[in-house]
């Protein structure tokens, strides 16, 4: 399958979990670095990966104030967070949002943070809180405010960046804004890549646009000349296509997040996002 193809998430149309499935608790499962081949196996991975791709593909060229249809369950998860038939599930999905919103010990955030709320709305589809039809206001609206919650922690308590890898890296807090607000911008009729570094353009379109409200709120929080303090976003600037932009930061997610032991090691495992290996259809 090619990178940034749309894998097919977990069937909508099957039951519900719930009435048969044993929820637990969920834990830490990769302990050192050799366990990382159980992860890049697992059940878990497979459904993280599928699920972040087809948001991908749902978001493809579509501003964030795109008319999108919304399932009366995710309008129902508004007022109930997960409703009463559900309620076994309680426990298992509320450990991802609760590790989503950093380490208040450390008072730090970073991309396994992001990597835990992304779950947690994955397992919200696979019990049938939210639909594969939401996928659009699953990005536009949830993780998009949730952006913006975070986005108000870390400037009112400076929280650290959690395993930033500094200038080298893409960016101190934040990914998957990145890859999904890149797809938004695929084929878009005048903004290049080369314009997300061009402050009139940001200003004009970062509302719309994930990926350059993103950059706006780097060039906010970093001062001193973009190719210094974002070298890495400095050089995807020069990249001709955002389809090759969005496929190159979905390898990349890959190698420096999803295979990355320090990032991985405080993921935690249930019974909706499984350690065991994938099982073959």
């Given amino acids: 399958m090619a990178e940034g193809e749309r894998q097919p998430p977990p069937d909508s149309s099957e039951p519900s979990p719930a009435a048969t499935q044993n929820f637990v608790i969920p834990k830490k499962e990769i302990?050192?670095?050799?366990?990382?081949?159980?992860?890049?196996?697992?059940?878990?991975?497979?459904?993280?990966?599928?699920?972040i791709l087809t948001l991908n593909e749902g978001v493809k060229g579509k501003k964030l104030t795109f008319e999108y249809?919304?399932?009366?369950?995710?309008?129902?998860?508004?007022?109930?967070?997960?409703?009463?038939?559900?309620?076994?599930a309680v426990p298992e999905v509320a450990v991802y949002?609760?590790?989503?919103?950093?380490?208040?010990?450390?008072?730090?955030?970073?991309?396994?943070h992001e990597a835990a709320f992304a779950a947690f709305l994955c397992c919200l589809c696979k019990i049938g809180v939210l639909r594969v039809d939401d996928q659009i206001a699953i990005v536009f609206r949830v993780f998009n405010r949730?952006?913006?919650v975070m986005r108000k922690l870390q400037k009112t308590y400076r929280m650290e960046p959690a395993g930033s890898q500094g200038v080298w890296g893409l960016d101190d807090f934040q990914f998957l804004p990145f890859i999904w607000g890149s797809s938004q911008l695929i084929d878009h009729p005048y903004l290049e890549p080369r314009h997300f570094v061009d402050e009139k353009a940001v200003s004009e379109n970062h509302k719309d646009y994930m990926f350059l409200e993103c950059i706006l709120f780097i060039t906010e929080m970093k001062t001193g000349p973009f190719a210094e303090h974002s070298n890495q976003l400095w050089n995807i600037s020069a990249v001709p296509s955002w389809s090759k932009v969005n496929q190159g930061l979905i390898r990349m997610y890959k190698a420096e997040c999803l295979e990355k032991f320090p990032v991985i090691q405080h993921f935690k495992f249930g019974s909706l996002l499984p350690i065991h290996p994938v099982t073959s259809c």
């Fill in 31 to 51: 302990h050192t670095v050799p366990d990382m081949g159980k992860w890049k196996r697992s059940q878990a991975y497979a459904d993280y990966i599928g699920f």
């Fill in 69 to 88: 249809k919304v399932s009366e369950e995710a309008e129902n998860l508004v007022a109930t967070v997960v409703p009463a038939h559900l309620a076994a």
């Fill in 97 to 112: 949002l609760k590790e989503s919103v950093g380490n208040s010990t450390r008072i730090d955030y970073g991309t396994g």
């Fill in 146 to 148: 949730y952006l913006e």
